[in-house]
């Protein structure tokens, strides 16, 4: 099998339209109020016509957490990258890493910590959170063999890996993100996958076949 083609002209556009959006969405809602904020708005932010944004979104709030998608792939891809021998504990630390240090993701966080009081915003982040962790419950699936049907290792595992990613944020957010001594982020992801290491590392991969 060869390897995958890179998007094509059509796709990158596609692409680049959805992120134009989500950005604006973002930045016109946390700068002014969920409330303030029209679709036309956010078209024209954009440089697109409104019709378009239905294209690509069905509302504000869909458009505004577009970005926890950009960070569940980059979760996933990171995690799928790792060596298959090393343990699923470690791989998920340096999943979270490749998150928090990805240009923009920290940017995208404060927006959106504007708009926690929202409860149509928080409805559309926990859903965006599930599909992450299913997406990441699929990746370990695939990286251990285990059946979750029978073993609720996957799920748990990415469960604590999401969860680990958002408390790790909202403490360096809330507690020392205007502390110009606050530990390092992904000093923060390290520490809190070393709390559910104890636990994770007791599966390990299954070795792949020769």
């Given at each position: 099998?060869?390897?995958p ?6 796709e990158r556009?596609k692409a680049a339209t959805r ?10 809602c946390?700068e ?7 679709v ?8 697109v016509?409104p019709r378009t ?10 458009a ?9 792939s980059t979760?996933?891809?990171a995690f799928?990258t790792?060596p298959s021998g090393?343990?699923?504990?470690e791989?998920?630390r ?9 240009p923009?993701?920290?940017d ?5 910590r504007?708009?926690s009081?929202?409860?149509?915003v ?8 599930a599909a992450?962790?299913r997406?990441?419950?699929a990746?370990?699936?695939?990286r251990?063999g ?5 073993d609720?290792?996957p799920?748990?595992?990415?469960a604590a ?11 360096w957010?809330?507690d ?15 520490e809190?996958?070393?709390?559910f290491?104890?636990?994770l ?6 070795p792949a076949?020769v």
């Amino acid at each position: 099998m060869g390897e995958p083609q890179p998007p094509g002209r059509r796709e990158r556009k596609k692409a680049a339209t959805r992120a134009a959006l989500a950005a604006a969405a973002l930045r016109l809602c946390s700068e002014h109020g969920l409330d303030q904020v029209t679709v036309e708005q956010i078209a024209d932010a954009a440089d697109v016509a409104p019709r378009t944004f239905f294209n690509y979104f069905t509302s504000k709030e869909e458009a505004i957490v577009a970005g926890n998608a950009a960070a569940a792939s980059t979760l996933v891809a990171a995690f799928t990258t790792r060596p298959s021998g090393e343990p699923v504990a470690e791989s998920l630390r340096h999943a979270l890493r490749a998150v928090v240090t990805d240009p923009g993701y920290l940017d995208r966080v404060r927006l959106l910590r504007a708009l926690s009081g929202h409860p149509t915003v928080v409805a559309h982040q926990l859903a965006a959170f599930a599909a992450q962790e299913r997406a990441l419950a699929a990746a370990v699936v695939d990286r251990t063999g285990i059946d979750p049907a029978r073993d609720l290792f996957p799920t748990l595992a990415a469960a604590a890996a999401v969860t680990g990613l958002r408390v790790a944020v909202q403490h360096w957010l809330g507690d020392h993100g205007t502390d110009p001594r606050a530990p390092e982020l992904v000093g923060l992801v390290d520490e809190v996958m070393a709390v559910f290491d104890r636990g994770l590392r007791t599966v390990d991969p299954v070795p792949a076949a020769v």
